[in-house]
C-alpha cells in the first residue's frame, strides 16, 4: 500500500500521517503522552520555552533547574483552561466537571474539601436573576408561535434577533452587560440587609447569628443578555460547619432574595447621545427551593439536577446567543 493510499484509510493527509508516525515512534513518546495527558488533552495547548532554577538563597546552592529543551519539541505545553465548548471541547469538560463538584459539594457537602455533609440540610435555593427586556425577540413559545408569527426550529439563527431592530434598545443591553457585576454585587449587600429586617436583627446581629453563601454562574440567554443562576444557602456563624439559628428558614430566604432583587438599582450616568439611566433586574425571578435528592418531594430541584444544570450552563459557548466568542 502506497502512502497516501494508507493515509487515506485512516482519514488524514500523508503529512499529517508522517508526523504522528514520527511522534509515536520518537524515543520521547512517552514524554509527549504524558504532557497531552495533563493538559487534558487541550486542543490548544500554550506552548511555553524557557527554564526555571531554584536557589539557596542562603548558599546559592541550585537546588533545583529545569528547562523546556529537555521537553518533546523544546516545548512545554499549559492547557489552554478556554470554559467555552466551542473553543476547546477539552478544556471546557474539564471546567464543567469542576464546576459540577464545586456545587456539589455546597448542597451536599465534601468533607474532603472541608464542606461538611452537615451543609445538606442547611436552607438552601437555586434562584435565577434576569435582565429586563430590551425590546421584543424572535422566541419559541411553549405553545404557539413566535409573534412574527412562525414557529422558529432551535437552530435557528433568528432566535434571541429583536423582532424590531429599529425600535430595540441595543444601548440598554450593552450597558445592562457591563454593569451585570454592580447588580448582583448590589443583590448580595440587600439580601443580608433584607433577611436581616425579616430577622428582627440588626445587620451586626444577624450577621453573628448566620451566613449567607453564594455559588453563582453566569450565563448568555439567547439574546445576548447576561443572567445568572446561584445557589444561595444558610449557615450558622461559623460557616457551613455550624448549623444556621432557627429563623434562617427557607421561606424568609425565598421572600428575602425577591425583596433584594426588586430593590436593586444601578444608576448608569448620561454619555455622549445616551441619556442616564437606572439598571434593574428583570421581573422574571425564578426562586426554588433545593431538597436532598433522598426527600422525594415532587416538583423540587434536587441536588443533583442542580449541579447539573449549573455545569451546564457555565461551559454553555457564547456564540449560541450569536456573539463574539471570546
Ligand atoms: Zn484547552
Ligand atoms: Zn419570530
Known amino acids: ?93 474539564t471546567y464543567a466537571g469542576d464546576t459540577y463538584h464545586l456545587i456539589r459539594a455546597g448542597l451536599v457537602g465534601d468533607p474532603g474539601k472541608g464542606t461538611p455533609e452537615t451543609v445538606r440540610v442547611h436552607p438552601k435555593v437555586f434562584a435565577t436573576l434576569t435582565a429586563p427586556s430590551f425590546g421584543p425577540v424572535h422566541n419559541r413559545p411553549l405553545s404557539g408561535s413566535c409573534r412574527c408569527g412562525l414557529r422558529h ?64 454562574v453566569a450565563e448568555y440567554q439567547r439574546r445576548g443578555a447576561v443572567h445568572f443562576h446561584a445557589v444561595v444557602r444558610f449557615d450558622g456563624p461559623d460557616g457551613p460547619d455550624s448549623p444556621p439559628p432557627p429563623w434562617a428558614t427557607l421561606d424568609l430566604l425565598t421572600d428575602a432574595i425577591h425583596a433584594a432583587a426588586r430593590r436593586v438599582t444601578v444608576p448608569v450616568p448620561a454619555a455622549e447621545n445616551q441619556p442616564a439611566r437606572t439598571l434593574r433586574w428583570g421581573t422574571q425571578l425564578d426562586v426554588q427551593p433545593i431538597r436532598s435528592a433522598d426527600a422525594g418531594t415532587d416538583g423540587e430541584l434536587t441536588e443533583q439536577a442542580v449541579a447539573s444544570y449549573v455545569a451546564k450552563y457555565a461551559t454553555k459557548a457564547a456564540e449560541t446567543t450569536g456573539t463574539v466568542d471570546r
Request: charged share 25%; net charge positive; with cysteine.
Open 153 to 216: 426550529s432551535e437552530d435557528d439563527t433568528a432566535l434571541g434577533a429583536p423582532l424590531d431592530p429599529d425600535g430595540y434598545d441595543y444601548a440598554g443591553a450593552v450597558l445592562w452587560n457591563n454593569y451585570a457585576s454592580d447588580l448582583w454585587r448590589y443583590f448580595t449587600i440587600y439580601l443580608r440587609r433584607e433577611i436581616a429586617a425579616r430577622a428582627g436583627l440588626t445587620q451586626k446581629a444577624a450577621r453573628e447569628q448566620c451566613r449567607v453563601s453564594f455559588g453563582k
Open 1 to 93: 500500500m502506497t502512502d497516501t493510499a494508507t493515509a487515506t484509510a485512516a482519514g488524514l493527509d500523508p503529512a499529517t500521517l508522517r508526523d504522528l508516525l514520527r511522534v509515536a515512534g520518537a524515543p520521547d513518546f512517552h514524554r509527549w503522552q504524558d504532557q497531552i495527558r495533563r493538559t487534558g488533552g487541550c486542543s490548544d495547548p500554550i506552548h511555553l520555552t524557557g527554564y526555571t532554577k531554584t536557589l539557596d538563597r542562603a548558599t546559592g546552592t541550585v537546588l533545583h533547574t529545569y528547562s523546556t529543551d529537555t521537553d518533546p519539541g523544546g516545548r512545554l505545553r499549559v492547557a489552554c483552561g478556554n470554559r467555552r465548548a466551542s473553543r476547546c471541547p477539552a478544556c471546557a469538560w
